[in-house]
């Protein structure tokens, strides 16, 4: 299996690069963002209680994701791979990610990092607040909030892959096109590495 980390802040892009880096590599795309959301609109009990907490920029808690992504792996036994998109966004979670790879005899190969200054960051989450219906986008304060929870609770995640030398910064500014050759540069240099 090759697995992937995008890491990076709110608006960085990790989204609109990943739709096209699972169709380029043929991996799963596993936004922890997105399936919240779509449990929030199917109406869960999961679903109402990361509401309370995705409305205010906050994290919902490390079990209830982990639990989510668990189940997701459950689903998905026969892949290629995955590429993890807004998660792992705490130490608790990036350890019990490393355990749950274990499992399947498996580990990630990389963590890449697009890197976005925040004026930019709040200029394109206020333009796709606009159109998105994401109410964690269309308030200022909300946004602030989430660079906020991510200095503080998700740059530590940063810090885990580094030690394990699998962390590399992508500038995130520029062309998507731009960003996506960077981007598969990247990965293509780590595929051509031994891997398990
Ligand atoms: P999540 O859905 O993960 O959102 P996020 O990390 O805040 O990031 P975004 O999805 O807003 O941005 P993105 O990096 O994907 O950028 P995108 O490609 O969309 O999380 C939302 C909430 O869910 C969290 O706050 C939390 O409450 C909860 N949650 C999720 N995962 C969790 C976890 N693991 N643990 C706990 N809680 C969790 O791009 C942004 C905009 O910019 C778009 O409009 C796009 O078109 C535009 N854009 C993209 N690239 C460019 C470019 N190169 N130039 C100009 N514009 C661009
Ligand atoms: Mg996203």
Same mark, same amino acid.
């Given at each position: ?114 890197? !976005?200054? =925040?004026?930019?960051?709040?200029? @394109?989450?206020?333009?796709?607040? #606009?159109?998105? +219906?994401?109410? $964690? ?19 530590? !995640?940063? =810090?885990?892959?580094?030690?394990? @030398?699998?962390?590399?910064?992508? #500038?995130?500014? +520029?062309?998507? $096109? ?19």
């Amino acid at each position: 299996m090759f697995n992937l980390i995008l890491f990076g802040p709110p608006g960085s892009g990790k989204g609109t690069q990943s739709d096209k880096l699972v169709e380029k590599y043929g991996l799963i795309h596993l936004s922890t963002g997105n399936l919240l959301r779509q449990e929030i609109a199917d109406k869960t009990p999961l679903g109402l209680e990361a509401k309370s907490f995705m409305d205010k920029g906050q994290l919902v808690p490390d079990e209830v994701v982990i639990g989510m992504v668990d189940s997701y792996f459950d689903h998905h036994k026969d892949t290629k791979g995955f590429l993890f998109d807004g998660f792992p966004r705490t130490v608790a979670q990036a350890e019990a990610l490393d355990k749950l790879l274990k499992l399947k005899k498996t580990e990630i190969a990389a963590v890449l990092a697009l890197e !976005v200054s =925040e004026e930019e960051l709040v200029k @394109r989450l206020l333009n796709r607040g #606009k159109t998105s +219906g994401r109410s $964690d986008d269309t308030n200022e304060a909300v946004i602030r909030k989430r660079f906020a929870v991510y200095s503080n609770e998700t740059t530590p !995640v940063a =810090e885990h892959y580094r030690k394990a @030398r699998k962390f590399q910064s992508v #500038k995130g500014e +520029g062309s998507v $096109d731009h960003i996506f050759s960077s981007v598969c540069e990247a990965i293509d240099k780590k595929m051509r590495l031994p891997r398990v």
